[in-house]
């Protein structure tokens, strides 16, 4: 069975700290991991990651891959109280062709000011 | 470009009343699409997905069905709601992959559904 599992479930923290998110995954045939963030309603996407090894960035926020370890990490530097949402991984398996994404329990994160 | 629709937002729905909710792709032909439920706030968790008209994948034995009726178009429906149907429903797409190229998937606001 597909499994994506991150850590950890909720994490608090103080305005310009960093932060680590973790997500593992077991897939069959694994073709990509992603990363969203989600505030109120739908999650919106961040980053797509699919080789090992290269860090993907966007701002504050970035990713990378280790399939050796078949996990991913996000980071967030200088945390603003505006990256407060849950956080959530999927991985996007192959089955006969179609794109069916897992996704983990998410990590919450709460960034105090 | 590509939008979605969902709807309704919220609703309450008394237990074993029938349920429909329905998803619309614009933009887009061929999309893969998919049904999620999240609860408590907390991870999604895939209900079913479709990747043609007609064809639906259920991952999750439950209460609950879906339907593609036209390319754009995905219903989650139920004939009697119980009271752990509650939560948050999304509705998201993606484009069909050709071969190896990757894509990520786009969702929907959501319905907030409430039993009592």
């Known amino acids: 069975e597909d499994k994506v599992v991150q850590s950890p479930l909720s994490l608090v923290v103080h305005e310009g700290d960093t932060v680590t998110l973790n997500c593992s995954y077991e897939v069959t045939n694994f073709r990509s991991l992603l990363w969203y963030k989600q505030e109120k309603k739908a999650p919106t996407f961040l980053f797509m990651l699919t080789s090992s090894g290269i860090e993907k960035k966007s701002g504050r926020l970035s990713s990378i891959l280790d399939k050796k370890e078949l996990s991913s990490i996000l980071n967030i530097t200088a945390t603003q109280t505006g990256d407060s949402a849950i956080y959530l991984c999927?991985?996007?398996?192959?089955?006969?062709?179609?794109?069916?994404?897992?996704f983990g329990k998410g990590t919450k994160l709460t960034v105090n000011p | 470009s590509q939008t979605i629709h969902q709807w309704p937002a919220t609703l309450v729905q008394p237990v074993g009343s029938p349920l429909s909710l329905e998803c619309t792709v614009e933009g887009t032909s061929n999309p893969n699409l998919y049904w999620y439920r999240q609860a408590a706030g907390r991870g999604l968790q895939l209900l079913f997905y479709?990747?043609?008209?007609?064809?639906i994948s259920s991952e999750v034995p439950q209460n609950l069905s879906a339907s593609r009726p036209q390319d754009r178009q995905f219903i989650l429906s139920s004939k009697k709601l119980l009271l752990s149907d509650s939560g948050f429903y999304l509705c998201?797409?993606?484009?069909?992959?050709?071969?190896?190229?990757?894509?990520?998937?786009?969702f929907g606001q959501g319905t907030r559904l409430t039993v009592v």
């Open positions: 999927a991985v996007g398996p192959t089955q006969g062709g179609s794109e069916k994404l897992v």
């Open positions: 479709s990747v043609g008209i007609g064809q």
């Open positions: 998201a797409w993606s484009v069909s992959p050709k071969g190896w190229a990757n894509t990520e998937a786009f």
